[in-house]
């Protein structure tokens, strides 16, 4: 069992930049490939970015150049550097580890870009 639990979303104006950070606990973090999913409202839930157990990297093109997938293992948390916002990424953030079939998920923060 995994438990993740996200933090720093928040309110911010077009064009800046927020940090969210996703803690695990209960398992052995290094052991499950790590993702980054957001909802937006009326939508489907859509991969942002993933960073496997052996530290490769894919991105929603949406998302390419703007935003940074990260780990520290020793730390057992995940990051999501996210510059450049736009309003179109507003929606939930949820962190995600995964191993095989097996997934866990954060319980969301909120992510809001608006002038």
């Known amino acids: 069992q995994v438990q993740l639990v ?9 064009g800046g930049s927020l ?11 290094r052991l499950y490939h790590m993702g980054w999913y957001r909802q937006a409202p009326g939508k489907q839930r859509e991969l942002v970015a993933r960073i496997t157990i052996g530290g490769n990297i894919n991105y929603a093109d949406s998302v390419k150049g703007r935003f940074t997938i990260s780990r520290d293992n020793a730390k057992n948390t995940g990051y999501l550097q996210m510059n450049s916002l736009k309003p179109e990424d507003t929606a939930v953030y949820y962190c995600n580890a995964n191993l095989g079939k097996v997934d ?3 319980q969301g923060t909120q992510v809001t870009v608006s002038s």
Do not use: D, K, M, T
């Open 6 to 14: 996200e933090s720093g979303g928040g309110l911010v104006q077009p």
């Open 19 to 29: 940090r969210l950070s996703c803690a695990a606990s209960g398992s052995i973090f």
């Open 104 to 106: 866990y998920w954060g």
